[in-house]
């Protein structure tokens, strides 16, 4: 019997996005975590936990731009995939104003400020993980996220490595705080009517069933859950085929309360009724 290998997740991205949240979090998992890690000797540290530990445990090293110019060999270790393992590469994002208000409340420099402001920093370390973004498996933008919702968020991605489903987020959104930066696909809820004119739903939001009865019976509603549906599904086939575990389905409205949030929880449930690993998350409820 072929003997199973253990997940390894590289976890990069921006200073104060949530790097060392999300390497506690794989801890807590099972993952044995390496931080700081120059990206020369992934391979030897997969070569040594294979050895003490046996291949098929898992392996988090983060890495960043805390390794100097070795940071620069990242994508070509990875690239050449000599570690033996299927690795996923984790990027945390977030907006430059909150990264700025953790790095000061940390009362930290960034590692790439040098005499210069913290902006600074930030602004050279997005030019120099560029690259690594555009090539990450999966995207978690922390802009609007605690801590405690970060780690759910690990722990929905890899607190069940033996899946080989894909993972899809679905997330509702309102356009009026920005379209979410870690989303694969975005759609538009504002051609149906707001039920925030309704009196008798304004206070509601899409989870409940007057709204949600509402939304999914204007015309046009069916017709794009029809038209929709299968185009989510055959990119789900088609990213499974390529690798990509994970995919990330924004749904937007005005605000985000009403609209968005019940085709949301529709999108997802559908999908999960067809066999997708789906769930549904609502960004901006409530923030009204």
Request: hydrophobic fraction near 40%.
């Amino acid at each position: 019997m072929e003997q199973q290998t253990g997940e390894l997740v590289v976890v990069t991205g921006m200073t104060g996005a949530g790097r060392s949240t999300a390497a506690k979090e794989l801890e807590d998992l099972g993952y044995y975590v390496v931080d700081n890690l120059p990206p020369t000797l992934l391979r030897e540290v997969v070569r040594l936990v294979d050895e003490s530990r046996g291949v098929e445990q898992p392996i988090a090293v983060v890495v960043d731009v805390r390794s100097g110019s070795f940071f620069q060999s990242l994508t070509a270790n990875l690239a050449q995939g000599a570690t033996g393992r299927k690795a996923t590469l984790l990027f945390l994002e977030a907006g430059d104003d909150v990264l700025v208000r953790r790095q000061e409340a940390a009362r930290r420099p960034h590692p790439l400020q040098g005499s210069g402001r913290l902006l600074d920093g930030l602004q050279r370390e997005r030019v120099v993980l560029g690259d690594v973004r555009s090539n990450a498996d999966l995207v978690i933008d922390t802009t609007n996220l605690n801590v405690h919702q970060l780690t759910d968020r690990i722990a929905e991605a890899f607190g069940n490595p033996e899946s080989t489903r894909l993972k899809v987020t679905v997330v509702s959104f309102g356009f009026k705080y920005g379209i979410p930066v870690d989303a694969d696909f975005v759609a538009d809820m504002r051609f149906l009517p707001n039920p925030h004119w309704v009196p008798e739903l304004r206070d509601l939001t899409g989870r409940d069933e007057p709204v949600s009865d509402y939304v999914m019976g204007r015309a046009g509603a069916a017709e794009f859950l029809d038209g929709y549906l299968p185009v989510l599904q055959g990119v789900a086939r088609g990213y499974l085929e390529q690798g990509k575990r994970f995919m990330t389905v924004a749904v937007g409205c005005t605000g985000g309360k009403h609209r968005s949030v019940a085709m949301t929880e529709e999108i997802a449930a559908r999908l999960s009724a067809s066999g997708q690993d789906a769930r549904a998350t609502h960004r901006d409820l409530g923030r009204e």
